[in-house]
């Protein structure tokens, strides 16, 4: 069965609707409150598959991310093994490394002068060369890191976000470990630094609006379709269900009156909307929508982005948007972990059209594999040679027992 449903009960009863008639240039309706409906969660394996194919991938990305934050990009082996339960590794380092060839090199060294040697960890001369690559894939990419960044800081209320934030979120939008050093004075035009990075708070400040880059996914799409058609579009979100999915009749009326009221961009000023109001409602998901597309993997954990609710105004209950509004994105409960995923995004397990920062994922991959057909022929050399030793000592065995017979007669 394709998809296993659940009953979740989604209250919106915060949303306060003005239930007077709500004119558009086509259509007069109403806009009724669904505090009373329920919403079904179904669980969309293809989706799902999407995350468990990219599992192996992050566990690696992770490993290498906490030996390079260490001081010389080192740590001793031990040190790494006590950190399993918050990188979620649930093997012994030693056998992940076994596991992963090719990522790390094994030394000894002393923790302390006159201590014993013990052994350390570093980044393999492949390793080092992908991190090369890295640096080259970015420095080609540059200006759309930047016109990220600017995003993120165009959507939020003030124009400044907490440097913790971003420096938490950088891999989901792509962001360079080093984008506080190596983009922020150099876009001083952009960006400015506020406050220490490390030694206390410290925020990044929009300094200047490009209205080039205040132009949400939705506006760009809607743009290029007026342009080819000869038409003017109107923004909207495409909103389709997966093939199992129905919606009962109060949801899809209202659905199709949401959906009907105007797109509001996310980098719109929203200041004098009530939080409460459903237009209100309309702009969260389109700055969930432009979240998800300018993430590299069109999908992003729940906890991450509830940690910019203050931010982007989201409410309280912002994670039932995404149960809601279930032709637009899909929750995924994969690992634990509330995912929130674009449907448009993909086709099946697939991303349709790849962030160009994608390429940095390919290539660590390309290094991954390599080491694991490197283990898998070593592994089927020892079989051989098992079988090998196995035969010889059957031969021996053999040869010793027509001995023992010969000299018996």
Not at 68 to 82: H, S
Request: glycine share 4%; aromatic share 12%; proline share 4%.
């Amino acid at each position: 069965m394709l998809f296993k449903s659940q009953t979740i009960s989604s209250s919106i009863s915060y949303l306060k609707f003005d239930f007077d008639s709500f004119l558009n240039p086509k259509f007069t309706f109403q806009i009724k409150p669904i505090s009373s409906l329920k919403v079904i969660w179904r669980k969309d394996q293809k989706l799902d598959q999407a995350i468990e194919n990219d599992k192996r991938y992050k566990l690696c990305a992770r490993v290498v991310k906490e030996v390079l934050n260490e001081p010389g990009q080192a740590i001793p082996l031990r040190y790494l093994d006590k950190r399993r339960e918050r990188l979620r590794l649930n093997v012994k380092v030693k056998t992940f490394i076994n596991n992963n060839p090719g990522l790390f090199d094994t030394y000894y060294d002393r923790i302390r002068p006159k201590s014993e040697r013990v052994p350390f960890l570093r980044p393999s001369d492949k390793l080092r060369n992908f991190l090369e690559e890295e640096k080259r894939i970015y420095s080609e990419n540059e200006e759309l890191v930047v016109s990220k960044l600017c995003k993120l800081l165009m959507m939020s209320r003030y124009k400044v976000i907490s440097v913790d934030k971003l420096v938490h979120v950088k891999r989901e939008f792509g962001l360079p470990n080093d984008f506080l050093v190596s983009l922020v004075p150099k876009y001083s035009n952009y960006f400015r630094l506020t406050g220490s990075p490390g030694e206390g708070q410290s925020f990044l400040e929009l300094v200047e609006w490009n209205p080039e880059f205040a132009k949400s996914v939705i506006e760009q799409r809607a743009e290029e379709e007026s342009r080819l058609t000869g038409i003017r579009v109107r923004p909207n979100f495409n909103y389709k269900l997966p093939a199992g999915f129905f919606l009962r009749k109060e949801m899809r009326e209202w659905v199709r009156d949401w959906l009907e009221l105007d797109y509001i961009s996310p980098y719109e000023d929203v200041s004098h909307l009530d939080q409460a109001s459903r237009e209100m409602e309309k702009r969260m998901v389109g700055v969930f929508h432009e979240l998800l597309s300018l993430s590299l993997f069109k999908r992003v954990p729940a906890p991450i982005l509830g940690k910019f609710t203050d931010d982007y105004r989201f409410s309280n209950a912002f994670s039932s948007v995404f149960t809601r509004h279930s032709g637009i994105f899909y929750m995924s409960l994969k690992g634990g972990i509330k995912t929130a995923v674009l449907r448009e995004a993909y086709k099946d397990d697939q991303l349709i059209d790849k962030d160009p920062l994608l390429e940095t994922k390919d290539k660590f991959v390309e290094l991954l594999e390599e080491g694991w057909q490197e283990r898998a022929e070593l592994l089927r050399l020892r079989r051989e040679q098992v079988k090998k030793d196995m035969e010889m000592m059957a031969m021996r065995n053999e040869g010793l027992n027509d001995l023992s017979c010969d000299e018996e007669l």
